[in-house]
């Protein structure tokens, strides 16, 4: 995963070769062209839109429903993670309902077929599973930052993959802008023993010269990515009642070939 390795600049669509293609780092991106209908869309982001949405803390605006792992890497006992899952479930599995379809598990159901490995969410031995399938709303945009649990979470079995992915199906999106940019520059921070390293807002010497490759939002569409590779997201100019929708979650290669999921 060090050296720069895109083959080509381009999209692709999902297969087993291309997702092993997306794990190695050697394709930017996998795009499922039309995963959810228009009604399928509209009914998704209504729901979402009917529910109460929490904010990050960070200068851009990031609304979400359900809950980050990596909100609790620092500070924070890893029991806690745990039992706030059922609480995040329970916020996500209103807005499905209400939706009355469930894009998580849509996409591991293509995911399964498609790589005949098991896929789920994440499990803690001892703990319980992870929580999978964040909503979000982006239309501020996201800075630069990098998603590896084997740096932002190594106490945690996530923190074993030798790959990471993430997913993202994108329900409705802002009339101009809201575009993701990625860079092939796998994010190999320096580790001091104890510490966990800054991912979020970095520092832009890490991608000069790397090859870069922006993807559209388009609603309907999931896109799939490599979240080893820092990557942003451009916001764009507010329009009353839209907003750039989204849920998503990883995909980590565990070590005994499983496909875990966790957001
Ligand atoms: O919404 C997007 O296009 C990407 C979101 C993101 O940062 C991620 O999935 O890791
Ligand atoms: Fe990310």
New binding site residues.
């Given amino acids: 995963m060090s050296n720069p390795t895109w083959t080509a600049r381009t999209e692709h669509p999902l297969s087993l070769e291309t997702f092993d293609a997306l794990l190695s780092n050697r394709i930017p991106a996998i795009r499922i062209a039309g995963f959810a209908t228009a009604e399928e869309c509209a009914g998704f982001s209504a729901a979402v839109k009917a529910e109460p949405m929490k904010h990050y803390s960070v200068a851009k605006r990031i609304g979400y429903i359900g809950m980050a792992q990596y909100e609790y890497r620092w500070n924070t006992p890893k029991e806690r993670y745990f039992e706030d899952v059922p609480t995040a479930q329970a916020a996500l599995d209103s807005v499905i309902n209400q939706a009355g379809w469930n894009p998580v598990e849509r996409l591991i159901g293509r995911i399964s077929r498609v790589t005949g490995k098991p896929v789920g969410p994440a499990q803690e031995p001892g703990l319980g599973r992870y929580f999978a399938g964040i909503v979000?709303s982006?239309s501020e945009g996201?800075a630069l930052?990098a998603?590896y649990a084997p740096f932002n979470s190594p106490a945690y079995c996530i923190g074993q993959v030798d790959a990471q992915l993430?997913w993202?199906f994108f329900a409705e999106g802002l009339p101009s802008g809201g575009d993701?940019t990625i860079y092939n520059a796998p994010w190999s921070p320096v580790m001091t023993p104890g510490e966990i390293p800054k991912s979020y807002d970095l520092p832009r010497e890490l991608i000069a010269h790397a090859p870069s490759f922006t993807?559209a939002?388009t609603p309907g569409d999931v896109?799939i990515f490599n979240?080893r590779n820092p990557?942003e997201?451009a916001g764009g100019p507010p329009v009353a009642g839209r907003d750039r929708i989204?849920i998503?979650s990883?995909i980590g290669r565990m070590p005994d070939g499983s496909l875990g999921l966790w957001a």
């Fill in positions: 979000r982006a996201v930052h998603d993430g993202n993701t993807y939002p896109v979240t990557h997201i989204s998503g990883f």
